[in-house]
C-alpha cells in the first residue's frame, strides 16, 4: 500500500472549554473567602469593573469620583501627558480668586509656622482632646515563641550558648514540646551533645513549667519536680503512662509499691499537671465558619433558605465610563483592550449570578432531602449522594460536587458543610427505608453514653441493640465507627467506669 499525501475536509462534535466557562467552573468552586480575593484581583485588573459598595465613595472637589489604580492605568495609557497638565492646572488655580495668589501662599506658610493645637499635643493626635491613643494600645498577646526568647535573652549572656538556645526555641511546637531531636540540632550546628544539653536544660527551666520537653513522661517529670513532688514512687508511676492510660491499677500498685490510697492520691497530682504547657499561648486567631446559605423554619413549617450576602460579593460595569473612555480611543489596541474589559467584565457579573443561584438551588434541594435532620436532628438524617442532587435538579455530578466543596449551611442546630449532609447508605433489617451512616454513628454514641459502670457494651452487644432498632450492620462496621468516634473498647471503658466509680 502506497502512501501519500492528501487534504480532507471533515465535520464533527467537539466540547471546547472556553475561557469564560473555565472562569465559571473555577468561581463555582470557590470558598467565600477565596472568591473575594478573586473578585478584589479582577476589580484592580479590569477598570470598568466596580463593586456596589465603591460607588458611595466621596466625591472630588468637581463632584467626580476618585479614579481607582486600573482606570488611571487605562486614562495613561490612552490619553498619555494629560495627568500631569491636570496636576500643573490644579496647582494653579486659586480657591479664592479675590484675594491674590501671593497672600494665600502667606498663609499657607504662617499655617505652617504655627505650633500644633494643644489638643493635638496632648491626645496623641486626636483633635477632639480626648486622651484615647488607639496607636500605642495596638497590642497582641505575645507567642510562646516570643515569650521563651525573652527569658531566653536574660538568663543566657551573648555567644554561643544563646545561639544554641534560639535554635532550641524555634524547635519548640505549639504545645510546648521539643519537636526536633536533640541530636539534629548537634549535627547542624556542630557542638558537642553536652552543650546541647545544658542549654536544653536551661531552657526546660523556662515558663510554662515542662516546656520544651522531648516527651509526655518527662513533660510531667519537669514539672514534679518543680512541685518537689518527684519521689521514687512518682517516677515509678510517670515510667508506665501505658499502664496509667489503661487504668491498670493493679500493675500500678506492684510497681509503684504503694497501696490504693496512696495510688489515687499519685493519680490525682498527674491529672492536676497540664499535658500541652504551650497551649495557654495559642497558636492564633480562630477562623469562623460563616455559613453561605442560611435556612430557617417558616410560620407555615416549611424552611426558607436564602443566601448569605456577606459571602456573595457583587461587581458592577460601569457602562458610562466605557462610553467615555470609548471616545477617546483612537489605535485599534486601544479599542481591543476596552473591548476585551467589557466582554470579561459581562463575564464575570454573569458567573457571579450563575454561582449565587447554583448555590441555592443546590441547597434547597438538600434541604428537601434531609427535611428531618433539619426538624428532628442527626438521627433523623437520611442517605444522600451526589447522584440523587444532580438528579432532582437536572445538573451533573461534577457541577454538585463543586458546588458542595467549601461550603456551609447555617441552621438552628449550628453550620455544617454542605458535604456534611450526603452519607452512606446502611440496609435496614425488616425491609424499612435504609439508614444514614451518620445517624448509626450517633446512635453508637448515644448507646455508649448510657451504657453503666456493671453493663459495658461490646461491639457484638451493639450490634444485636442496633438490629433490634431495625439497623443491619457488621460488627466490624460497628468497630470501625466507634473508633472514629475514638470511643475506647469496652475493656477499656469498664477498666475507666470502675476506676471513677473508686
Known sequence: MALSQRMEMRQGQSLVMTPQLLQAIKLLQLSHLDLVSYVEAELERNPLLEAPDRVDEPFGQEGERPESAAEIRLRETIDPGRGELDGQAASLD?????????????????????????????????????????????????????????????ATEPGADRLVGRHIVDAVDEAGYLSEPLDAIVDRLGIPPEQAERVLAIVQGFSPTGVAARSLAECLTIQLREQNRFDPAMAALVG???LVARRDTAALRRICGVDDEDLSEMLAELRQLDPKPGRAFGSGPVQVLVPDVFVRAAPDGSWLIELNPDTMPKVLVNQAYHATVA?????????????????????????????????????????????????????????????????????????????????????????????????ASIPSVMGVEAHS????????????ESEKADDVLSDDTLVKRLKVEGIDIARRTVAKYRESLRIPSSVDRRREKRFSVR
Not at 437 to 448: C, F, N, Y
Request: charged share 25%.
Open 240 to 242: 508506665r503512662l501505658d
Open 437 to 448: 451512616s451518620e445517624a448509626v454513628r450517633h446512635r453508637i454514641r448515644q448507646l455508649v
Open 327 to 423: 471616545r477617546t480611543a483612537r489605535s485599534d489596541a486601544d479599542k481591543s483592550f476596552l473591548g476585551e474589559c467589557l466582554q470579561s467584565a459581562n463575564w464575570l457579573t454573569r458567573s457571579l449570578d450563575q454561582r449565587a443561584k447554583t448555590i441555592l438551588k443546590v441547597a434547597t434541594e438538600i434541604v428537601r432531602q434531609q427535611d428531618g435532620f433539619f426538624a428532628g436532628g442527626v438521627a433523623y438524617l437520611r442517605p444522600l449522594n451526589l447522584k440523587t442532587i444532580a438528579d432532582a435538579i437536572g445538573m451533573h455530578e461534577s457541577t454538585v460536587s463543586r458546588v458542595t466543596s467549601n461550603k456551609s449551611i447555617g441552621t438552628a442546630r449550628g453550620t455544617f458543610e454542605m458535604k456534611y449532609f450526603f452519607t
Open 94 to 154: 486659586n480657591v479664592y480668586p479675590d484675594e491674590p495668589l501671593g497672600a494665600v501662599a502667606a498663609d499657607n506658610r504662617m499655617e505652617a509656622l504655627a505650633p500644633m493645637p494643644s489638643a493635638w499635643q496632648s491626645s496623641g493626635g486626636s483633635f477632639d482632646g480626648d486622651d484615647t491613643d488607639f496607636v500605642s494600645r495596638l497590642t497582641a498577646e505575645p507567642s510562646l515563641h516570643e515569650h521563651l526568647l525573652a527569658q531566653l535573652d536574660l
